[in-house]
Each structure stands twice: as C-alpha cells, then as structure tokens.
T-cell receptor, first 115, second 111 residues
Framework: DADVTQTPRNRITKTGKRIMLECSQT?????MYWYRQDPGLGLRLIYY???????NKGEISDGYSVSRQAQAKFSLSLESAIPNQTALYFC??????????????FGPGTRLLVL | GQNIDQPTEMTATEGAIVQINCTYQ??????LFWYQQHAGEAPTFLSY????GLEEKGRFSSFLSRSKGYSYLLLKELQMKDSASYLC????????????FGTGTRLQVFP
C-alpha cells in the first residue's frame, strides 16, 4: 500500500464550485504540504503544516484553505474554483530529522480541471 | 530573494553520461535535494547534499559547491527509463526550512 495517498486522482469541476482534495499518510510524519504544479512553473507551495492544528501559508495560498485535524490527514479546499486553478496538485510529507531524513515524500497527485 | 535555475530541457543518448546543473540563490542554506519525476507521476527522492563535494549512489551522483551556489546531478550509463524531469530543491534555513523547487529539467534519452 502507498504511504501517501490522495483522493480524488482526477476531478473536473465548474467555476464557482467548492471542492476538497484529501491527503492521507501512513508514514507517521508530522509535516505535511500541499503543492501545485503547472507546466514551466515547477512545484509551488500552497500551504504547509508542521503539526496537528498548525497551518502556514505558502507562496500561493490565495483562493485555497486547508485543514489538519489529524496527524495523518491534510485537506485542501478550493472555496470557489476558478479556471486558473487548473493544475496538478501534490501532497507531501516529511519527518523532522537530520539531512536526508527530512526529504519529502509525495503522493500520486490530483489532476484538477476547472471549466 | 529566492531563485533556483536549471536548464529547461536536455537530450542524451542511451549509454552516455549527462550532467544537469542547478544554481541557487537563497537567504539561507540547509541542504539541496534532487528529485526525479516521470511524466504525470509524483517526484521521488534521488540524492541529498549539504556539504561540499560529491555524493555517489549507483549510476547517479550529485555534487555541491556552497560557495558558488551550484550543484549538478550526473547520470551515467543512461537508460531509456531515465527519461524524466529532474528537480533541484534547496532547503532555505531562513524561510522556516521549506523546500524551494526549481522548475525542473526535462531529460529525453534517445536510443
């Protein structure tokens, strides 16, 4: 079984709709992240959390919100989806350790299309 | 500010050696990671450097020079399955230890 899972894997929605992307992990990591990836722009950080109830904005948090109610789950919401939020979304986790131990482990991604 | 530069695309031949460069400018430095990402899939960890020098892992090696803000990923004995994007990421000690990603280098390996 995968250590980091995301649901749904693909989603098509309409402008103005509210949608939620879910991320779950079995790695026991405290730190979780949401990124979006667009062609030519690389991975950009939306929100991150270092512990349950800890929420921090990344570089592109406008239009998004998150919830971290449990160590294993980190949800990303688009309150009112717009077409430029069409992207590939990745959840990632990491542990607090030394050096290489702090690498991030990524989920399989959610491909979102906003019409 | 924070900036990470990598070439956008590279091509190479099966069996050859290729070097993918990464230059970075960040407020602080606490390690550099290389990830491999096949099209439509998740990035996966390849290598980590925090001290100057070369780290070798099988066919892949990564080099770091902190004074020059420079790293490279060296891939030897290229295989078709090495066709992927390679992401350079720097942990910025001055920015809550987050990872700052480059835009990635898309490598195509030809027979």
């Amino acid at each position: 079984d995968a250590d980091v899972t995301q649901t749904p894997r693909n989603r098509i929605t309409k402008t103005g709709k509210r949608i939620m992307l879910e991320c779950s992990q079995t790695k026991g990591h405290d730190r979780m992240y949401w990124y979006r990836q667009d062609p030519g722009l690389g991975l950009r950080l939306i929100y991150y959390s270092f512990d349950v109830k800890d929420i921090n904005k990344g570089e592109i948090s406008d239009g998004y919100s998150v919830s971290r109610q449990a160590q294993a789950k980190f949800s990303l919401s688009l309150e009112s989806a717009i077409p430029n939020q069409t992207a590939l979304y990745f959840c990632a986790t990491s542990d607090l350790g030394q050096g290489e131990q702090e690498t991030q482990y990524f989920g399989p991604g959610t491909r979102l299309l906003v019409l | 500010g924070q900036n990470i530069d990598q070439p956008t695309e590279m091509t190479a031949t099966e069996g050859a050696i290729v070097q993918i460069n990464c230059t970075y400018q960040t407020s602080g430095f606490n390690g550099l990671f290389w990830y491999q990402q096949h099209a439509g899939e998740a990035p996966t960890f390849l290598s980590y450097n925090v001290l100057d020098g070369l780290e070798e892992k099988g066919r892949f090696s990564s080099f770091l020079s902190r004074s020059k803000g420079y790293s490279y990923l060296l891939l030897k004995e290229l295989q078709m399955k090495d066709s992927a994007s390679y992401l350079c990421a720097v942990r910025d000690l001055e920015d809550t230890d987050k990872l700052i990603f480059g835009t990635g280098t898309r490598l195509q390996v030809f027979p």
